[in-house]
C-alpha cells in the first residue's frame, strides 16, 4: 500500500509540478522561489495525506494551495522589517550622519538615476509610464501592444530591482524616496 501511494504520489508531482511552478511565478517572479513554494506544498501535501484525494480534488486543492502559499510569501516579503529593540546590532551599524557632499558620494539625483539605471528598458520604460505618467496598467498595455499582466509582471519586477538597489544603498534610502515622491507628485 505505502509503495502504491509513493508511486501515485511520484506520477502526480511529475504532472504537475511544472504548471504548478508556473503558477506560482506569475506570483513571485523568481523562479528559485516559485520552486521553493511548490516543492513544499508537495511535502506538506504527503505529510496531511492530501496525496490521495481523487484526482480532480487533488488538482484544485494544490493549484489553491500554490496561489495561497505566494500571497503569503509575498506578505511576509513585503512585511520583512527589523525593529532595533529586536536587534540592537542594527542600531549601533546605523551610520549617526548622513553624508550627502562628498568627492567620493553620489548625489540623490545620481542615486536615482543609478537605480532606474539597474532596470531593463522596457521595465524602466513601464515603470516611468506608471508612476511618473500617472498611467493605468490597461493604458500602457494599449500603448506598447502588450498584455495587462505582462505590464504587472514587469512592475514587479521593477519594484524588486529598486528595492534590491535602495537595500544596498541603504545610507540614502531617505533622500531617494524624497526624490521619487516628489517627481511622482510633480511630473514635469
Given at each position: 500500500?505505502?509503495?502504491?501511494?509513493?508511486?501515485?504520489?511520484k506520477v502526480r508531482f511529475q504532472k504537475?509540478?511544472?504548471?504548478?511552478?508556473?503558477?506560482?511565478?506569475?506570483?513571485?517572479?523568481?523562479?528559485?522561489?516559485?520552486?521553493?513554494?511548490?516543492?513544499?506544498?508537495?511535502?506538506?501535501?504527503?505529510?496531511?495525506?492530501?496525496?490521495?484525494?481523487?484526482?480532480?480534488?487533488?488538482?484544485?486543492?494544490?493549484?489553491?494551495?500554490?496561489?495561497?502559499?505566494?500571497?503569503?510569501?509575498?506578505?511576509?516579503?513585503?512585511?520583512?522589517?527589523?525593529?532595533?529593540?529586536?536587534?540592537?546590532?542594527?542600531?549601533?551599524?546605523?551610520?549617526?550622519?548622513?553624508?550627502?557632499?562628498?568627492?567620493?558620494?553620489?548625489?540623490?539625483?545620481e542615486h536615482l538615476q543609478a537605480a532606474?539605471?539597474?532596470?531593463?528598458?522596457?521595465?524602466?520604460?513601464?515603470?516611468?509610464?506608471?508612476?511618473?505618467?500617472?498611467?493605468?496598467?490597461?493604458?500602457?498595455?494599449?500603448?506598447?501592444?502588450?498584455?495587462?499582466?505582462?505590464?504587472?509582471?514587469?512592475?514587479?519586477?521593477?519594484?524588486?530591482?529598486?528595492?534590491?538597489?535602495?537595500?544596498?544603498?541603504?545610507?540614502?534610502?531617505?533622500?531617494?524616496?524624497?526624490?521619487?515622491?516628489?517627481?511622482?507628485?510633480?511630473?514635469?
Amino acid at each position: 500500500m505505502k509503495n502504491d501511494r509513493k508511486e501515485i504520489f511520484k506520477v502526480r508531482f511529475q504532472k504537475h509540478y511544472p504548471r504548478l511552478c508556473n503558477i506560482a511565478y506569475g506570483y513571485v517572479s523568481d523562479r528559485d522561489d516559485s520552486e521553493d513554494i511548490v516543492q513544499d506544498i508537495f511535502i506538506q501535501i504527503w505529510n496531511k495525506g492530501k496525496d490521495t484525494l481523487p484526482e480532480q480534488e487533488f488538482v484544485a486543492y494544490i493549484t489553491t494551495s500554490v496561489k495561497n502559499s505566494c500571497i503569503s510569501f509575498l506578505r511576509k516579503k513585503q512585511h520583512h522589517t527589523i525593529s532595533l529593540e529586536e536587534n540592537p546590532s542594527v542600531a549601533n551599524s546605523m551610520p549617526e550622519e548622513i553624508p550627502i557632499e562628498g568627492p567620493e558620494n553620489k548625489s540623490p539625483e545620481e542615486h536615482l538615476q543609478a537605480a532606474l539605471a539597474t532596470l531593463p528598458p522596457k521595465c524602466k520604460d513601464i515603470f516611468l509610464m506608471a508612476k511618473l505618467r500617472q498611467m493605468k496598467y490597461r493604458d500602457i498595455a494599449n500603448e506598447l501592444n502588450l498584455s495587462e499582466k505582462t505590464i504587472e509582471n514587469q512592475m514587479t519586477k521593477a519594484i524588486r530591482l529598486l528595492r534590491t538597489y535602495v537595500a544596498e544603498n541603504s545610507v540614502f534610502l531617505i533622500l531617494v524616496i524624497a526624490i521619487v515622491l516628489t517627481l511622482i507628485e510633480n511630473p514635469k
